[in-house]
C-alpha cells in the first residue's frame, strides 16, 4: 500500500507541473546546458519483497537528453540502466528505461522524478522472465561539466511479485558531448 501511494504521489506531482510546460516532440534543438550522454557506476541496495532479501545492487548506467519530448522550462534525461541485485539464492538481472523529469534547484543541482519499465532475469524465484514498471525520485549534483553524482529512490513492481522491490543506489558519473562509437 506504502508504494502505490507513493506511486500515486510521484504521477500527481509530475501531472501538475507539466501541465504548465510548452512540449516539444521530435524535435532536433536541445535545451540542456550540459553534455547530451552520461555514463555512471550504480551501487545501492535493493529489498526484495517476498524473500526478505536486503542486498547488494550494482550496475551501469547511460544517461542522454530526451531526443523524443522537450519540456521548455525542465529537463527530461532518459535514463538507460543495467544491474545486479544477488543475495542467497536470488539472481536478478535487470534492464531498464527511467525517464527522469529534473527541475534545477540551484546552480548544478537538480531534482528528478519518473516512471521506468525493465525485464529481469530472475534465478532462484518462481519464474525467470520478469516485466517491472515502477516509479523513482532522485537528486543529481553535478560537480564539473564532467563529473556528476547523484541518488535515487525506486520503488519496482514486477509481474513476479516475489522481485517486487525498493531500491536505494549512488551513482557517480561522467558526462560526454560525443558518443565513442
Known amino acids: 500500500m506504502n508504494k502505490f501511494l507513493f506511486s500515486s504521489l510521484l504521477i500527481l506531482g509530475v501531472t501538475f507541473s507539466a501541465q504548465a510546460e510548452d512540449w516539444t516532440f521530435f524535435s532536433k534543438k536541445n535545451n540542456n546546458s550540459n553534455s547530451n550522454y552520461g555514463l555512471a557506476l550504480i551501487a545501492g541496495s535493493a529489498d526484495l519483497d517476498k524473500h ?108 513476479e511479485s516475489d522481485v517486487d522491490n525498493v531500491r536505494v543506489i549512488a551513482k557517480v558519473g561522467y558526462y560526454f558531448d560525443e558518443l565513442p562509437f
Do not use: W
Open 52 to 159: 526478505d532479501s536486503s542486498g547488494d545492487l550494482y550496475g551501469l548506467e547511460f544517461s542522454l537528453v530526451c531526443p523524443f519530448v522537450q519540456a521548455s522550462e525542465h529537463i527530461i534525461r532518459q535514463q538507460i540502466s543495467l544491474t545486479k541485485f544477488h543475495k542467497n539464492n536470488v539472481d536478478l538481472y535487470t534492464l531498464e528505461v527511467n525517464p527522469h523529469y529534473l527541475y534545477q534547484l540551484e546552480s548544478n543541482t537538480y531534482f528528478g522524478m519518473g516512471p521506468s519499465v525493465g525485464i529481469s532475469r530472475a534465478n532462484g524465484t518462481d519464474d525467470n522472465l520478469v516485466i517491472s514498471v515502477g516509479a523513482g525520485v532522485s537528486l543529481r549534483k553535478d560537480m564539473t561539466d564532467e563529473l556528476f553524482l547523484a541518488a535515487e529512490f525506486r520503488t519496482v513492481y514486477a509481474t
